[in-house]
C-alpha cells in the first residue's frame, strides 16, 4: 500500500511540476508568494529543530499524515522519523540548504526542491552528508506542515551544488 501511495504521489507531483521542467515558468514562481516566504522560514525552522533533536518543534513543523523517504529509500511516519531522531543515536550538524527552487503548484501546496548538506552521527560515528531534495509542504488550517520529503544522494558524475 505504501508503495502504491508513492508512486501515487510521484504520479502526481510530477505532473503539477511539469511546467517547471519543461522551462516554462508559473506565474507563481515568477515572484514569491507569501505562501513560499512562509514555507522557506518553515523549512529553516525545520533544520534548526532537526539539528537540535527537538521533537516538539518537529511535531509542529510536520504534517500527521507526513511520508519520510530517506536517500536509503526506508519511509517512515511522522512518529517514526521524530522517535528516531530523538532516540539518542543519530545527531545533526551543520545542515544546510542550498539551490533551492519552490514552486505554488496550486494554493495551499508549495514543493521546494533543493540540496541540504550536513554532518550526521550514527552511533559512535560522524558522516558528512550531500542530498538532493524534494519536500512538499501543505497548510493545514493556517499552519505550513511538511507533508512528505524524498531525498537521494547524488551517484556517479552527479553533482551537488553549493
Known amino acids: 500500500m505504501k508503495t502504491l501511495s508513492l508512486r501515487l504521489f510521484t504520479a502526481l507531483l510530477g505532473?503539477?511540476?511539469l511546467p517547471v521542467v519543461q522551462g516554462a515558468e508559473p506565474a507563481a514562481v515568477a515572484a514569491e508568494s507569501t505562501a513560499v516566504q512562509a514555507v522557506r522560514t518553515a523549512d529553516q525552522a525545520r533544520l534548526a529543530a532537526m539539528m537540535a533533536g527537538d521533537g516538539a518543534a518537529l511535531n509542529r513543523l510536520m504534517s500527521d499524515e507526513l511520508l519520510f523517504v530517506h536517500s536509503d529509500g526506508r519511509i517512515e511516519s511522522k512518529a517514526d522519523y521524530v522517535r528516531n531522531l530523538t532516540a539518542g543515536d543519530t545527531e545533526y550538524a551543520?545542515?544546510?540548504v542550498s539551490d533551492v527552487r519552490a514552486?505554488?503548484?496550486v494554493p495551499g501546496v508549495v514543493v521546494l526542491i533543493g540540496a541540504q548538506s550536513m554532518r550526521k552521527r550514527l552511533g559512535p560515528a560522524w558522516s558528512r552528508i550531500e542530498l538532493r531534495y524534494?519536500?512538499?509542504?501543505?497548510?493545514?488550517?493556517?499552519?505550513?506542515?511538511?507533508?512528505?520529503?524524498?531525498?537521494?544522494?547524488p551517484a556517479g558524475n552527479s553533482t551537488v551544488k553549493r
Do not use: H, K, Y
Not at 524534494?134 to 499552519?143: D, I, K, L, S, Y
Open 103 to 105: 514552486v505554488e503548484p
Open 134 to 153: 524534494m519536500a512538499v509542504w501543505r497548510n493545514e488550517g493556517g499552519a505550513w506542515r511538511m507533508f512528505a520529503w524524498q531525498s537521494m544522494r
Open 94 to 96: 551543520d545542515a544546510a
Open 15 to 17: 505532473l503539477m511540476l
